[in-house]
């Protein structure tokens, strides 16, 4: 009898012990502060998408907003590579809240994020929302995320224009130039420098081009090209820039005579400085179509 009361006794102080002791060795705050951690060493993945996806635990559960669920890495990499592709796609977040568990292997955060994609109009739309993500700690150490759920705060037709949200700068940039009027003189006055320019007709197919291409046949296309391309209501009928400039072997040196030539004219029409570089992005992402030949040759 004594040994069965000492048995018991000794088991009870030891599950007394336990009890005492596991809640000690867990540190809270040092688990929210792991959690807070691993959750902005996620968010510093930036654009590496394997980087990102290593933050999931194998059997992840990813449950975006406005699209199905994804189960397991496999998906959730899926499901974040095409939204990767999406045009001018770029992702942040930030926590502001963690806890985790007494047991201390399993935690929380909570935080805020800002998703931009290219909108219709091709400009950058922004949608904010928040997020809870659960990690669990795994047999290494590791904290990994194992439910990750963000919630926009609005719905997608009212995503913000991230770089401009006045009215007056939602315009089209051919309304904000004036409309064609204004455009075909800057347009007149550009091909007016550049069809003589000696140093650019110093490559012999565009100086032999110059003769068989009238100027103002070049006027009129240009300016249809511009006005499309700024959101205006014409409509370009020419010859594409790869075609059209294939045969002249422009270098890159007369890529920039051109540009110099081009931000004069825009000077002398006092176009304001956003407007002059829309409209120099514009030229340039005609570049790698009509730059073939390499410098010098
Ligand atoms: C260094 C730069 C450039 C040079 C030297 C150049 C020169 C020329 C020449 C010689 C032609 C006549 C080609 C032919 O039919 O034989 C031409 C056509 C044309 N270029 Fe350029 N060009 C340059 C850049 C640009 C840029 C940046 C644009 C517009 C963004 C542009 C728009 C056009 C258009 C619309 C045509 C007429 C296409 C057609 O035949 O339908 N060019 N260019």
Known sequence: METKYFLIATLLILSVGCEEFTPGTVDVDAGRAAILAADQAWSETGGDLEAFISFFAEDARFLPPDGPQANGRDEIRQSFSALAALPGFSLSWSANFSDVSSSGDLGYSVGTFEMTVDGPDGRPATRTGTYTTVWKKQNDGQWKVVSDIP???????????????????????????????????????????????????????????????????????????????????????????????????????????MVVLFRGVLAKHSVPEKEAQELLDIIDSTKADIVVAASGE
């Open 151 to 257: 919630n926009f705060d609005s719905p997608a037709a009212q995503a913000t224009v991230a770089q401009d949200s006045t009215e007056e700068q939602q315009e089209s940039l051919y309304d904000r130039l004036g409309g064609l009027a204004p455009i075909s003189v800057v347009v007149s006055d550009f091909i007016a420098v550049v069809v003589p320019d000696p140093f650019l007709n110093e490559n012999p197919a565009v100086d032999a081009s110059r003769t068989r291409v009238p100027a103002p046949y070049l006027t009129y296309q240009v300016t249809a090209l511009v006005c499309q391309a700024t959101g205006g209501p014409c409509q370009y009928g020419g010859r594409g820039m790869l075609e059209s400039h294939a045969e002249l072997y422009i270098t890159e040196e007369e890529w920039d005579r």
